[in-house]
């Protein structure tokens, strides 16, 4: 048994690792939280490029909206400014985390500039389930400076994020193409490909948003596609966030083919996909999902043209697998997404560095490790916002270092890793961890007793058990009970939907009266119907 979990060493403070100190703080722990950056919110943050380190750092572009609405992506107890308009820029987040971190006092708790360079097994680990971190000063030009301090925790959260390391792929010829080759994480605006013809490698949100963008500056954009994407814009029907239409609790029970029934129409109701060279080869929700409202417009002005995967490089080009191609090309960005990267383990069975070999017990725990002193918080991917779930993970993981809650066995945590692998591959034909919010949220809700028992919510307090059961799944509901509630939780709730439209009433007029037409239609309609009804009768 390892001894009571105190200090706990936090990497990274993006997101995750500011929610992971802010839980740890919580739960009465002590979070060091390690920042190689001279600024917290990792993703959102809007340092210039050339401050960030080589391949580091994820796609920040200038015309980047978040891809969540923003009550689906709250924090449980802090709510977005009132005036957030439904859909928000690296400004509004970046902005909105640094509050956090100062309403909560995080702060302090956060040590900017420090890079951790190796966590290993202390020397009593066995007997401890402690780890020795070692971390190093970065001066302002991002190179490493100063001594390396060696400092031993009770317990780690690792939460570097999924967007860390850039993966470019090789095709046969890449190496003589002459053009200019970058990955998208490099991209800032379209404008820098202006006059050019350009070529975006990927199906995913960035690669969309990244083809959009260029398509108005440059002389062409072709958009090379192998399996394709599920492309959907940000408005639902009724003009609902389109996250916040998909994601409630009684939806989230209908069987897969239902749901997937129930959204084609979204996906292609107002579009013709093959016209478009936008079929997905894959099933819908067994392929990828890009979110994004102006592809098919700069399609069908011819600014950008989708062709499908590419086959091999030329000189001045690339020939694609169906036997076209396009020569006199100037740039290929790779929108082509991130590895898993840990540098700082030794030992790369402590947590793997591909999808394949990641043995997560609930996508959180190295599953074989004697010690629950060590955690992976923000490793998923989610249809809809993805940081509700990084709280969730967060909450759950200071409860067990408290001892609060418990992992069950080596054996039962290894059947979960292997179910869900499985799962995912048969789905989606490869190791990737995507899945639909709702059912894993409960599940962690319920590890630490947090989700609200329904019946009683349901004679308690109706109103609120029906909003959370038909209408969007609030973050806040985690809040409502279980440890360290909000007292502003059911508000939340509540007021969810009138926060989310009210920023954009900006111009309010009265609706033209359809009334007289309408009776007069009624009123037919009725008269009709009663004489046919004599008619049949007779
Ligand atoms: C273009 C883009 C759009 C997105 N849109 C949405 C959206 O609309 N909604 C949504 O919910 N999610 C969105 N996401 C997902 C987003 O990544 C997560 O929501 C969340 O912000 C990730 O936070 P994180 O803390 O897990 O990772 P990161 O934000 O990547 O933070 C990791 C931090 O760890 C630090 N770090 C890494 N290694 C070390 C080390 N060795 N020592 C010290 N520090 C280290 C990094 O500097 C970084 O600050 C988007 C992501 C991208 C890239
Ligand atoms: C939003 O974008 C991020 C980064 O590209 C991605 O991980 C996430 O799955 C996207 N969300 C949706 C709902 O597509």
Same mark, same amino acid.
């Given at each position: 048994m390892a001894i009571p979990v105190k200090r706990v060493a936090v990497i990274g403070a993006g997101v995750?690792? $500011?929610?992971? %100190?802010?839980?740890?703080?919580?739960?009465? *722990?002590?979070?060091?939280?390690?920042?190689?950056?001279?600024?917290?919110?990792?993703?959102?943050?809007?340092?210039?490029? @050339? +401050?960030?380190?080589?391949?580091?750092?994820?796609? &920040?572009?200038?015309? $980047?909206?978040?891809?969540s609405s923003k009550e689906m992506m709250t924090v449980s107890d802090f709510p977005f400014p009132k005036e957030y308009p439904p859909y928000l820029t690296p400004e509004h987040l970046l902005t909105y985390y640094r509050n956090y971190a100062e309403h909560f006092n995080l702060d302090q708790h956060i040590r900017l500039s420090t890079e951790v360079m190796k966590v290993a097994p202390s020397a009593d680990h066995e007997a401890t389930g402690r780890w020795e971190v070692c971390s190093r000063p970065r001066c302002r030009s991002g190179t490493l400076d100063g001594p390396t301090a060696s400092e031993i925790f009770d317990a780690v959260i690792v939460s570097t994020g999924l967007f860390n390391t850039a993966f470019v792929p090789s095709y046969p010829g890449q190496g003589e193409f002459r053009g200019q080759i970058l990955h998208s994480n490099r991209f800032r605006s379209g404008e820098q490909f202006a006059g050019k013809t350009v070529l975006v490698v990927g199906s995913s949100h960035s690669a969309g948003d990244v083809a959009v963008d260029a398509s108005r500056h440059a002389s062409q954009v072709y958009l090379s596609m192998r399996d394709g994407a599920w492309v959907i814009g940000r408005f639902g029907p009724g003009g609902m966030p389109i996250d916040a239409y998909s994601n409630s609790r009684w939806k989230a029970k209908l069987p897969e083919v239902i749901r997937r029934l129930a959204a084609r129409p979204m996906f292609e109701g107002r579009f013709d996909l093959d016209n478009l060279g936008l079929r997905c080869k894959r099933r819908l929700f067994e392929g990828y999902i890009m979110v994004n409202d102006e592809i098919h417009c700069r399609i069908i002005c011819g600014a950008l043209r989708c062709k499908p995967g590419i086959e091999r490089f030329t000189r001045d080009?690339?020939?694609?697998? @169906?036997?076209?191609?396009? @020569?006199?090309? @100037?740039?290929?960005?790779?929108?082509?997404?991130? +590895? *898993? +990267?840990?540098?700082?383990?030794?030992?790369?069975?402590? &947590?793997a560095d591909n999808f394949a070999d990641l043995e997560l017990y609930m996508h959180v725990w190295p599953a074989r490790r004697t010690h629950p002193t060590l955690a992976a918080v923000g490793y998923v991917s989610t249809l809809g916002a993805q940081t509700p779930l990084f709280e969730l993970q967060s909450r759950w993981v200071a409860q067990v270092f408290l001892g609060n809650a418990r992992l069950p066995g080596i054996d039962e945590r290894m059947e979960d890793v292997k179910r869900r692998k499985e799962a995912y591959f048969k789905k989606f034909g490869k190791h990737r961890i995507f899945f639909p919010p709702i059912p894993y949220c409960e599940e962690l809700a319920d590890r630490i007793g947090a989700r609200p028992n329904f019946t009683r919510l349901l004679l308690t307090d109706p109103k609120l058990a029906l909003r959370a059961f038909l209408g969007p799944a609030y973050p806040p509901f985690y809040r409502l009970n279980g440890p360290h509630p909000w007292a502003g939780a059911r508000d939340a709730i509540i007021n969810g939907w009138a926060n989310t439209v009210n920023p954009t009433r900006t111009r309010v007029v009265e609706r033209p009266s359809?009334?007289?037409?309408?009776?007069?239609?009624?009123?037919?309609?009725?008269?009709? *119907?009663? &004489?046919?009804? &004599? $008619? %049949? $009768? +007779?």
């Open positions: 995750s690792g $500011l929610m992971s %100190v802010k839980s740890c703080l919580e739960a009465g *722990l002590e979070p060091v939280c390690f920042e190689k950056n001279e600024q917290l919110g990792g993703v959102w943050q809007t340092q210039e490029l @050339d +401050n960030l380190d080589g391949i580091s750092g994820g796609t &920040i572009y200038q015309c $980047l909206m978040s891809n080009g690339v020939v694609f697998e @169906d036997g076209t191609r396009v @020569d006199g090309l @100037d740039v290929v960005v790779f929108a082509t997404g991130y +590895n *898993l +990267n840990f540098p700082f383990f030794e030992d790369n069975s402590i &947590i359809t009334g007289g037409a309408l009776t007069v239609a009624m009123l037919i309609a009725v008269t009709v *119907l009663i &004489i046919s009804l &004599i $008619l %049949v $009768l +007779n």
